[in-house]
Structures are given as C-alpha cells and as structure tokens.
C-alpha cells in the first residue's frame, strides 16, 4: 500500500510539474533511441507532454536505434541553432566530434536516461538512473529469494554497447556475488525488444534441455522479459513457478504478468527523464545556473506481493 501511495503521489508531482515550469519559447531538439520498448514509448510521450505543458517547441527525431540516425539528427538541431539539445544515446561510445559541435555552437546537451563515454565537459548533465543499482537490486532480491538453492541463470542482456546493458549487468553480477550457488550459464543481448527476447530465451531453452536446468531469468528490461515468458509458456513450462522472472524498468505488462504469477519482480526506472532535463535548462537559461553532471532518478523494486493489478492502472495513467 505504502508503494502504491508513492507512486499515486508520483503521478501528482509529474502533473505539478508539467504546469509549473515557464520555459516557453525555447525551441529543444530531442533525438529519441526508437520505440524497441514501452518504457521507451512512455519517455517519448512524457517528454512529449512535457515540453507541451511548458510551451517548448520540441523538433522530435526518431533515430530507429541507429546511432548514424542520431548523430545525423543533433547536426541538423545544431543547424536550425536550436536553445537545447535533448539525446537519449543508442550507444556508449563514437559523440565527441558531434557533442564538440554542439559545444561550439554553444548549445547545451541534456542526456536523457543513457550516459555517453565522452569528456563531461561536452554536457550539461545527464539525468539517469543508478543503473548499476537497478542491476544489483535484481540479483539481491534473485540471491535472497534462491536462498541456499543451486541456481542456474539466463541472462537477456540490452543493446550491446549500451550503458543499460553493460551498467545492469554488472550490477546483477555484484548482487549475486558472493553466492557460489548462483551461476549464470548463458547471457546474450536480446536488443530490448520483445521478439528479440523471445527468440534468445527460445535459444536458452534449447540449449538447456527445455529449460529444465534454467532456474531463473534475469532480463536487463519488462519487454524482453514479456517476450522471454510467452517462450517459456510454449515450452511446456510455468513462467514464475519453473523458471523465476526478474527484469527492469517496471512498464505495465510486466504487472500483468506478475498478476497471473508469471513474473517475479522488476525494478523501475521512471520515464520522466525530461521533467528534471527542462528544470535545469530553465534554470540555465533564466540565470547560467549549472545543474550537477548527474541528475539521479529513483528506483523501487517490486514483486508480486504489491498489487500488481492496482499498480498497472497506476503505471497507465503515467503516459504508457
């Protein structure tokens, strides 16, 4: 009940947040990963809301998880000298030139929920989660549920290069650590996506014997993890009974499946990446005040025992 409460109050302040802001006028740039997944659909449609509640003009450009597509789209924001630039990066690694330009250019940077293997200096913040926690919290509660049990884990890993993908998975590896009866036996990117993950974990299952030695399942987010659990389903076994299911990013399919028993736990990261992005660009832009490099956002773990049902309506009404 206490979550749920949370949550409810969450959904006020995002509202709160939407009308107080008055950052209107600016024109923001926003190159956007893709769609691979409903959370990323809810950061689209929060930004989206965002900047409308805040009268910005946001010039949106869907990047179809290419980085050749997002780097294309910050050069032409940077040609219409746009007041800001928004960028939630496909990969880790290859921004210095185009974040350079930007810099030349003198217009800000704000990384939306990804971090970017580049020099600080060439952005104003990024606004992210723990990712590292989000990964560790998974394997604490994958360790403490097993308890002393042998435990063979799958792993569906992120977009290879991502920072979600190499931060998560390190993250669960510290929070298995420790406990020799945990192993992860097979781990492969399933790209975020549902068909992605129900094709690797059909893999996993071959390969294990139809999956009668996979005792858990570890998905870097909900929509590999969806996917993953139709796979096991058609393979004659119980997702949540047979093999447990643990992801992250808490998007409301996954409540469902948890509702019916067939997924254990999930870690939110919120999609309000942009609320926290456009109060510091107002507050640059009303007086130079700097945000810190790092703007953290919260994570909670949930499991079945908190009203699934209730918190998909509530996950709903946030913009899924």
Not at 144 to 149: A, E, M, N, R, Y
Not at 163 to 179: C, N, T, V, Y
Request: aromatic residues 6%.
């Amino acid at each position: 009940m206490k979550i749920l409460k949370a949550l409810a109050s969450a959904t006020i302040l995002a509202g709160c947040m939407f009308g107080s802001a008055s950052a209107a006028g600016l024109v923001v740039g926003f190159s956007q990963i893709g769609s691979e997944s409903g959370w990323r659909a809810a950061e689209t449609t929060l930004t989206k809301q965002q900047a409308e509640k805040r009268g910005v003009d946001l010039k949106f450009a869907d990047a179809q998880q290419k980085q050749e597509n997002q780097i294309k789209a910050l050069r032409s924001f940077i040609a219409q000298k746009v007041d800001a630039i928004f960028v939630a990066p496909v990969v880790a690694t290859g921004w210095d030139d185009v974040l350079g330009e930007a810099k030349e250019a003198e217009i800000p940077v704000f990384l939306l929920d990804r971090t970017v293997d580049s020099s600080k200096d060439l952005y104003m913040t990024a606004v992210t989660s723990d990712l590292v926690h989000e990964g560790k919290v998974a394997g604490e509660w994958l360790a403490k549920t097993v308890g002393d049990k042998a435990c063979n884990i799958v792993e569906l890993q992120g977009t290879t290069g991502s920072s979600p993908a190499i931060d998560r998975k390190k993250g669960f590896e510290e929070g298995i650590g420790g406990h020799a009866n945990l192993k992860i036996i097979r781990s492969q990117t399933g790209d975020f996506t549902r068909t992605k993950g129900k094709e690797v974990m059909e893999s996993f299952l071959k390969a294990e014997d139809g999956g009668k030695n996979i005792c858990a399942l570890y998905a870097h987010n909900d929509d590999m993890a969806v996917g993953a659990i139709q796979a096991i389903k058609e393979a004659g076994l119980k997702p949540g009974t047979d093999i447990l299911v643990v992801s992250i990013d808490a998007v409301p399919d996954i409540f469902l499946a948890m509702a019916a028993g067939e997924a254990n736990a999930t870690v939110e990261l919120t999609p309000n990446m942009a609320g926290p992005a456009f109060d510091a660009l107002e507050a640059f832009k009303k007086d130079g005040t700097l945000p810190p490099k790092w703007i953290q956002t919260e994570s909670k773990l949930y499991t079945q025992a908190d009203d699934p049902k209730a918190v998909y309506e509530l996950k709903k009404g946030l913009g899924y």
